[in-house]
């Protein structure tokens, strides 16, 4: 007889799944995307949501608080939870730069590790979109959100730039698991409305976009972004050992680029998003 110990862990689909998501959100850079490139989205929700002193608040999906810390600076209790930890470090660092506390919670936006009706507030910037579960995720937002309490979701929009950006990247992806979602439908309005359905009122929604012209070309744009952000980073990992391959997503993703430059000489994107808030009933 062998004195050999086998240990045999069971892993169920859904959270492999989401280990591998915890992954890919920790490869590249996010907290420098985050903070370089579309810090205004966390006002943005903020103020639209009217988050104030004593408010209880959820960020869903937080990652480096890009949301949480600025409502955590207008005197709301808050807790940041991501299913990835990693980016908490960096959160706490940007948190303690501006003076401000809150909590940092590890969770899973599909099944949130809070009571019902636990927060005034729930709000989500380009996170709770990449649960790939949308009706999953929709239910837990509204459930632990309390009566009369406020919703704020912003997601890019499948029209926009990261919605092609998705779309471009597709092919050169591991396949999705079946039933998962393609992210940027959470910037579709009918989508969202119907996700949420007769449980919320008071839905408003805007188009709006963050700009982002800090590269000068869309292929320097391609070189920095192959490096930072997460899902791009496996796209080239799938493809690494073929170099044929690795040449087309290169060319893709530039042209993917070029199509949402203004063509005003630099190189001036505008990333479109869907914004929406609404009253939990
Ligand atoms: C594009 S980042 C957005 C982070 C942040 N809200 C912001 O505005 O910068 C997407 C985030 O979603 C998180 N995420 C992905 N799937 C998730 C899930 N199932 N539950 C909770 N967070 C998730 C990732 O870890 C990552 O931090």
């Not at 704020?152 to 926009?160: K, N, S, V």
């Not at 800090?214 to 744009?221: E, L, M, S, V, Y």
Request: aromatic fraction near 6%.
């Amino acid at each position: 007889m062998s004195d050999t110990t086998t240990t045999t862990t069971t892993t169920s689909p859904d959270q492999a799944l989401k280990a591998r998501h915890r992954v890919m959100w920790g490869l590249g850079d996010y907290p420098s995307v985050a903070a370089d490139l579309i810090p205004e989205l966390g006002p943005v929700v903020v103020t639209a949501t009217g988050i104030g002193p004593g408010d209880r608040v959820l960020d869903v999906a937080a990652g480096t608080g890009n949301a949480a810390v600025p409502a955590a600076a207008t005197g709301a209790d808050v807790v940041a939870s991501d299913l990835t930890p990693e980016l908490f470090e960096q959160g706490r660092a940007v948190a303690a730069a501006r003076g401000v506390e809150l909590r940092w919670e590890e969770g899973d936006a599909e099944a949130l590790p809070y009571p019902d009706d636990a927060f005034d507030v729930v709000i989500s910037t380009v996170g709770v979109m990449f649960a790939p579960q949308h009706q999953a995720a929709a239910d837990e937002l509204v459930r632990v959100c309390r009566p009369g309490g406020r919703l704020g979701l912003i997601a890019w929009t499948p029209e926009g730039f990261v919605g092609d950006l998705f779309r471009t990247m597709k092919p050169y992806m591991p396949p999705p698991p079946p039933g998962a979602q393609p992210p940027p439908l959470w910037g579709d309005e009918a989508h969202v409305r119907a996700l949420l359905g007769d449980r919320v009122t008071d839905v408003v929604t805007r188009r709006q976009s963050v700009t982002v012209d800090r590269f000068p070309t869309p292929a320097a744009f391609r070189d920095h972004w192959r490096t930072v952000y997460g899902p791009t980073v496996v796209a080239y990992r799938t493809v690494a050992d073929d170099p044929e391959r690795t040449a087309a997503l290169d060319r893709d993703i530039e042209e993917c680029a070029a199509r949402h430059d203004r063509g005003t000489g630099a190189t001036v994107m505008d990333w479109e998003y869907l914004l929406l808030t609404a009253r939990v009933r």
